[in-house]
Each structure stands twice: as structure tokens, then as C-alpha cells.
């Protein structure tokens, strides 16, 4: 059997296996990509800002936990931050569920909650894991990348009408024959969203798989400063306000906006209490939140810092989430991934219709022939 066959076999049987994943993923994907203005239209009141004099984030902070008292608090999104989109969010875990808290800024109270059953956390769950949490969900849709990576490739072979012919492949043949209209439909979306569908489902799999990949070769996905650093020693004063951290990370980064804020988990029996990691982006960053400061929670200093701009190897890091979601160039290529995310869909349409078309004419050749071998 022909290479350009085999391959052919392998494109379509791949495809037939893990396509319809790839087209619920690519869907939910879609959806993601403008989560928080489609989560401001379901939820107008969960954004509510009164005009006025922003109340503190501590004494935001304390509202949250006297609400929740047996609740502990891991991340706060700041307004500039695409999630909080003008408002304090805060993320809440208590008794293995997570809700979301959104205060006004403005008073200081709680406009509402989202828990775990939400609409975009169930989205979210399927896209990352398939909703199988507990059965390696996430390494299932790693594999599943790492196999639509392949099928693209595999794709890429098929479609190459040669370097002199390369424009046939963008043609859209005049012809009633159906099998034609969607073969030529399937090899020219194909064709245009190939760089699209190769970064996606490379940098799909990687969630799953990048520090075991990265630690083939010596080196680590994930940069931090030594753990060892990244610690908060205990003063009889107290822990620092968190405004007065929040002003410290600003003027170790200057023209910095601080995006989100990552709390430490509570420490075990005789283990260090850890630092507070606050992230900041630039106007020339891509996604959100590129900078990294960790901060001593009783003395409010600088324990740790990483910046893309002055700290080598975090081209990575740096890029893997907004190369996934198309956060790196605003609202363009935001819909440019959002139509991206539906080309799977149109591909296993076509795709599945040409299998059937040629399977159908196979088996009424078979028929037509019958007769001819029962008389022989």
C-alpha cells in the first residue's frame, strides 16, 4: 500500500476515534474565548459598581471571610482583570467546592456568587478534563491534543498539492458532484486554519504533559524562584495589610497593573507559611499577568520576583496560555480563535460525509456486480 494511502487511513480512522472530542473541546474552546463579556450578559448584577471612593481590598477581604468564615480565600481578581471586569472577585474554597465572590468596589458588599455548577465552570470542566476530574480527565484531553496535532499533520500531507501547485489547494471547484463540493470545502478550511490548528493542540496537550516533555530534555516548563525564598516569617506585629502589598508589587513593577493576587494555602504543623504572589501585566504584555512578586505577608518586602522582560527562560511560560486562547491581540485575534474553535465541527462534517459518500458508492458497486458473479 501508498505512503500518501496509509496516511490517508491513519487521517481518517484518528479522526473517527477521538473527532468528536476534538469538536466538543474546539466548541467549548470557542466559548471560552469571550467568557467574561458572555458572563457579564447572563450575570449583569454580579458587576454591579457604585459610583465612588473604591473600598479597600482588605476590608473587602474581611467581608468575604467573616461571610465565609470556614472558607479559605486563594485568589482575588482585581478589576482590571478580564474575570473581575470592574469589580473585586474573590476566589473561595470551603468544603471541596470553589464559588467566585463578586464585591462592589463601590460599597464593598457582595453582589452575588457562582459555584462549581455554574454554566462557564461546567464549560471550563469539559474543555480541560472532559468532566472526568477523577479519572485522569486531564491527561485524557492531553492525549487527545497530542492526536489532533497528528491528525493535523497527517492533514497537512494529504492537502500539499506541491510547492508550483500550492494554490489548488484553495480552490473551490465548480461541480454538482457532492463528494467534490466537500472534499473541496474540507481541504480549503482545512487548508487556512492549519497554523491555528497546530498551536492549539500542541499547546492543548502541554497542559497535561509539558513538565514531563520538558523534563526529557533537562529543563522545566514552569520557572520559579527557590521555594526556599518564597516564604513569610512570622512578626508579632501581624500580617501586613493587603492594600499595603498590593503597593509594594506596584513599585517593584513600575507601569504594572496588578491582575490578580494568589494567597498561600495554610501551613501544615511546623512547615513555613508561604508568601503572596501577586501578578502583574504591562501594555505590551500578551494574556494577563506575565509578572510575578512574591511578597512576605508580615513585612510586606519582595522575596521573589519574575520578569519576562529582565528573567531569561520564561518565553514559555509566557506565551503557552496566550497562544491557547488568543489573548495575546486583543478583541481581533480573540474572534479570529473563536472561529477557529468551530473549524473542527465543519471538518468532521465534511470529513464524515466523504467517508460515507465513498462507503455508499462501494457498497452499491458490490450490488451492482452480484449478479454478474452468481452467473459466473
Same mark, same amino acid.
Given at each position: 500500500?501508498?505512503?500518501?494511502?496509509?496516511?490517508?487511513?491513519?487521517?481518517?480512522?484518528?479522526?473517527?476515534?477521538?473527532?468528536?472530542?476534538?469538536v466538543l473541546i474546539g466548541l467549548t474552546g470557542s466559548l471560552l474565548v469571550f467568557e467574561p463579556e458572555i458572563n457579564n450578559m447572563l450575570h449583569p448584577d454580579l458587576y454591579k459598581v457604585t459610583k465612588g471612593e473604591k473600598v479597600s481590598y482588605q476590608d473587602a477581604l474581611k467581608t468575604v471571610s467573616n461571610t465565609y468564615p470556614k472558607g479559605e480565600i486563594d485568589r482575588v481578581y482585581t478589576p482590571a482583570e478580564p474575570t473581575g471586569r470592574g469589580v473585586y472577585v474573590f476566589r473561595v474554597n470551603q468544603n471541596e467546592k470553589q464559588q467566585?465572590?463578586?464585591?462592589?468596589?463601590?460599597?464593598?458588599?457582595?453582589?452575588?456568587?457562582?459555584?462549581?455548577?455554574a454554566f462557564f465552570n461546567v464549560v471550563l470542566g469539559f474543555h480541560e478534563y472532559l468532566l472526568l476530574e477523577q479519572f485522569n480527565g486531564e491527561?485524557?484531553?492531553?492525549?487527545?491534543?497530542?492526536?489532533?496535532?497528528?491528525?493535523?499533520?497527517?492533514?497537512?500531507?494529504?492537502?500539499?498539492?506541491?510547492?508550483?501547485?500550492?494554490?489548488?489547494?484553495?480552490?473551490?471547484?465548480?461541480?454538482?458532484?457532492?463528494?467534490?463540493?466537500?472534499?473541496?470545502?474540507h481541504k480549503i478550511i482545512?487548508?487556512?486554519?492549519?497554523?491555528?490548528?497546530?498551536?492549539? %493542540?500542541?499547546? #492543548? /496537550?502541554?497542559?497535561?504533559?509539558?513538565?514531563?516533555?520538558?523534563g526529557w530534555f533537562g529543563g522545566q516548563a $514552569? &520557572?520559579?524562584?527557590?521555594?526556599?525564598?518564597?516564604?513569610?516569617?512570622?512578626?508579632?506585629?501581624?500580617?501586613?495589610?493587603?492594600?499595603?502589598?498590593?503597593?509594594?508589587?506596584?513599585?517593584?513593577?513600575?507601569?504594572?497593573?496588578?491582575?490578580?493576587?494568589?494567597?498561600?494555602?495554610?501551613?501544615?504543623?511546623? %512547615?513555613?507559611? #508561604? /508568601?503572596?504572589?501577586?501578578?502583574?501585566?504591562?501594555?505590551?504584555?500578551?494574556?494577563?499577568?506575565?509578572? $510575578? &512578586?512574591?511578597?512576605?505577608?508580615?513585612?510586606?518586602?519582595?522575596?521573589?520576583?519574575?520578569?519576562?522582560?529582565?528573567?531569561?527562560g520564561l518565553f514559555y511560560q509566557t506565551w503557552h496560555l496566550p497562544l491557547h486562547t488568543g489573548s495575546y491581540g486583543g478583541v481581533f485575534t480573540k474572534i479570529l480563535y473563536v472561529i477557529g474553535g468551530l473549524t473542527p465541527s465543519i471538518l468532521m462534517f465534511t470529513g464524515t460525509y466523504m467517508w460515507w459518500y465513498k462507503r455508499k458508492n462501494k457498497q452499491k458497486k458490490k450490488k451492482q456486480q452480484m449478479p454478474q458473479s452468481t452467473v459466473a
Open positions: 500500500m501508498k505512503p500518501r494511502k496509509v496516511i490517508a487511513k491513519i487521517h481518517l480512522w484518528l479522526s473517527m476515534i477521538v473527532g468528536i472530542f476534538i467566585a465572590i463578586y464585591i462592589d468596589p463601590g460599597t464593598g458588599k457582595i453582589n452575588g456568587t457562582l459555584g462549581d455548577k491527561s485524557i484531553v492531553g492525549i487527545i491534543g497530542f492526536l489532533f496535532f497528528f491528525i493535523t499533520l497527517s492533514g497537512i500531507y494529504l492537502w500539499w498539492p506541491g510547492l508550483k501547485k500550492w494554490s489548488r489547494g484553495f480552490i473551490m471547484r465548480q461541480s454538482k458532484n457532492p463528494y467534490v463540493k466537500q472534499y473541496d470545502v482545512g487548508g487556512v486554519s492549519i497554523p491555528f490548528l497546530l498551536v492549539v %493542540s500542541l499547546t #492543548g /496537550a502541554l497542559f497535561a504533559f509539558d513538565e514531563t516533555i520538558f $514552569k &520557572v520559579t524562584p527557590p521555594k526556599e525564598n518564597l516564604i513569610s516569617t512570622p512578626l508579632a506585629s501581624g500580617k501586613v495589610p493587603l492594600d499595603h502589598l498590593l503597593s509594594n508589587a506596584e513599585k517593584a513593577v513600575p507601569h504594572g497593573t496588578i491582575m490578580q493576587v494568589r494567597l498561600p494555602e495554610k501551613p501544615e504543623k511546623g %512547615s513555613s507559611e #508561604g /508568601a503572596v504572589e501577586i501578578r502583574l501585566s504591562r501594555s505590551y504584555d500578551p494574556g494577563n499577568g506575565n509578572v $510575578k &512578586v512574591w511578597l512576605d505577608q508580615y513585612s510586606g518586602k519582595v522575596v521573589g520576583k519574575l520578569d519576562p522582560k529582565v528573567n531569561s
